[in-house]
């Protein structure tokens, strides 16, 4: 694609060089750069791309897209100054992709838990009714049932355009896509067409990137002012309401769901137990009973938003109903590790105060035994979370063992003992293990029969970050390891 059609749209400050050459990629790494591409420089938080540039024209960059003034020896090389390059680099990959997102269906979930669940619910729901789907998220691109590994919950804007592109090209139409509060101040989903919004629900999380509460709920918002079909709200949210109240001016429709309060489609007669959830889902068509696999009532509520998406789209009750209840469970989140022994073991992803009660509470439900949590807090990240997580995970469990959860950079036992900190205000029965092997392995050697074993924190992850090193760590074969080697 020639530089003129790639920059269209594009607010420039200035311009040097010849806008005829002819694309063929566009790089923000300076070490992914090849011959004939585009390197646009951004000034990010640890590194600033303008420091890559010599690098990248070295690789074959010869044209560069940049926010300050700079000086080559080249003047064959095009040079493109503009304010924001972030946004730049977004409307370029749009541009050089052929704006996927215009001839497809996008739908974005955010919100601080569910996200990842509900993007599987609505693609079981609507590939259950033919309709195709991808997913862009936490666990990776779903695209044409392959699965591509991606660096964030929600990638930059180069990776999703070429995402949406790639699924266009395979023949799909419809796109799930996790939306993280990073990537809409980030600028990372600028320029991408939205059908339908929705909205899970908002907790503390991300305080040491956004500062406040405030902040994080204005990111999220975001997503709400980018939507052309429809807004999907959880009503029984505080948060949920306020963008149902921000929003109403909007020349489009808001679905609201819920439990609690009155909402367009809701939940009753809900009946939970240890192999899920069932309950009577309502809407403005009519009515069906669901027999859904995964437990909780934070399950309930991500089936309500998967079943609003559906409706939004003229979905009937019974193909819902067979969507859903085709989840098997999801990995990671509320996940049961077999046993065989007369003991539970849960693995989940949750990784934050109001994730962390939720699933404790779902279990405290139908827990005959102890609950025993083994649990941590990220390093290099909020460290006024850890004390209310640990305060949280001890209103529930029985017995708590905290450990580590990808310290990176930090000292692991400062991090346990901010943690600590939270839970000596309302529970004793803890211990210290700073290596996360060691905790799961004291938990699994001294369990107690109808005891329930909850690994929280990691989820889906099959890896753990200590210092700038990511080492393989697999929770599930971990306790299976363990089990077999106390069976022999």
């Known amino acids: 694609m020639k530089i003129k059609n790639l920059i269209e749209g594009l607010e420039i400050e200035k311009i040097h060089g010849d806008l005829e050459k002819d694309i063929k990629g566009i790089g923000y790494d300076s070490r992914k750069i090849d011959l004939d591409y585009l390197f646009v420089a951004i000034e990010g938080f640890e590194s600033d791309?303008?420091?890559?540039?010599?690098?990248?024209?070295?690789?074959?960059?010869?044209?560069?897209?940049?926010?300050?003034?700079?000086?080559?020896?080249?003047?064959?090389?095009?040079?493109?100054?503009?304010?924001?390059?972030?946004?730049?680099?977004?409307?370029?990959?749009?541009?050089?992709?052929?704006?996927?997102?215009?001839?497809?269906?996008?739908?974005?979930?955010?919100?601080?838990?569910?996200?990842?669940?509900?993007?599987?619910?609505?693609?079981?729901?609507?590939?259950?009714?033919?309709?195709?789907?991808?997913?862009?998220?936490?666990?990776?691109?779903?695209?044409?049932?392959?699965?591509?590994?991606?660096?964030?919950?929600?990638?930059?804007?180069?990776?999703?355009?070429?995402?949406?592109?790639?699924?266009?090209?395979?023949?799909?139409?419809?796109?799930?896509?996790?939306?993280?509060?990073?990537?809409?101040?980030?600028?990372?989903?600028?320029?991408?067409?939205?059908?339908?919004?929705?909205?899970?629900?908002?907790?503390?999380?991300h305080l040491d990137y956004h500062?406040?509460?405030?902040?994080?709920?204005?990111?999220?918002?975001?997503?709400?002012?980018?939507?052309?079909?429809?807004?999907?709200?959880?009503?029984?949210?505080?948060?949920?309401?306020?963008?149902?109240?921000?929003?109403?001016?909007?020349?489009?429709?808001?679905?609201?769901?819920?439990?609690?309060?009155?909402?367009?489609?809701?939940?009753?007669?809900?009946?939970?137990?240890?192999?899920?959830?069932?309950?009577?889902?309502?809407?403005?068509?009519?009515?069906?009973?669901?027999?859904?696999?995964?437990?909780?009532?934070?399950?309930?509520?991500?089936?309500?938003?998967?079943?609003?998406?559906?409706?939004?789209?003229?979905?009937?009750?019974?193909g819902i109903k067979e969507g859903l209840e085709a989840v098997e469970g999801i990995r990671g989140r509320f996940e049961i590790v077999p046993t065989n022994e007369d003991f539970s073991v849960i693995i989940d992803f949750a990784h934050t105060p109001d994730g962390l009660e939720k699933v404790l509470s779902t279990i405290k439900e139908f827990a005959e035994g102890r609950i025993v949590a083994v649990f941590g807090a990220g390093g290099n990240r909020d460290r006024t979370k850890r004390p209310i997580m640990g305060e949280s995970v001890g209103k529930y469990a029985d017995f708590l063992i905290v450990t580590s959860d990808n310290p990176r950079n930090e000292e692991p036992m400062r991090i346990i003992d901010d943690v600590v900190e939270g839970v000596k205000k309302v529970n004793n029965n803890y211990i210290k293990v700073v290596d996360r092997k060691e905790a799961i392995e004291y938990a699994i050697k001294n369990a107690k029969p109808k005891d329930i074993i909850l690994l929280a924190g990691k989820g889906h992850e099959t890896y753990t970050i200590i210092g700038n090193e990511v080492l393989p760590f697999d929770e599930r074969q971990i306790v299976l390891d363990f089990l077999k080697e106390i069976k022999n």
């Open 49 to 205: 791309g303008h420091k890559y540039i010599q690098e990248a024209i070295k690789r074959g960059a010869i044209a560069l897209v940049v926010e300050k003034d700079i000086k080559l020896d080249r003047e064959d090389i095009t040079i493109i100054r503009v304010e924001d390059g972030r946004d730049s680099l977004a409307r370029i990959s749009s541009n050089f992709y052929g704006k996927p997102s215009q001839n497809m269906k996008v739908i974005g979930v955010t919100g601080t838990n569910g996200k990842t669940s509900i993007t599987y619910l609505v693609k079981s729901i609507l590939d259950r009714v033919n309709k195709n789907t991808g997913v862009i998220g936490t666990m990776g691109s779903v695209i044409d049932g392959e699965v591509l590994s991606t660096e964030n919950t929600t990638p930059e804007s180069l990776w999703i355009q070429r995402y949406l592109y790639t699924m266009l090209k395979e023949g799909t139409k419809h796109c799930v896509m996790e939306v993280s509060s990073h990537s809409l101040d980030l600028k990372r989903v600028e320029y991408c067409n939205f059908d339908i919004g929705v909205f899970t629900n908002l907790s503390r999380d």
């Open 211 to 318: 500062n406040t509460v405030e902040n994080y709920f204005n990111a999220k918002l975001k997503l709400f002012y980018m939507t052309n079909k429809c807004n999907i709200i959880n009503i029984d949210d505080k948060y949920g309401r306020r963008i149902i109240e921000e929003t109403k001016n909007l020349d489009i429709s808001t679905i609201t769901y819920g439990i609690e309060k009155k909402s367009t489609i809701y939940a009753t007669d809900i009946e939970y137990h240890l192999k899920g959830v069932d309950f009577k889902l309502n809407t403005p068509k009519g009515s069906i009973d669901i027999s859904f696999n995964i437990p909780g009532e934070f399950s309930v509520y991500n089936a309500l938003a998967a079943a609003s998406v559906a409706y939004c789209y003229g979905i009937d009750l019974k």
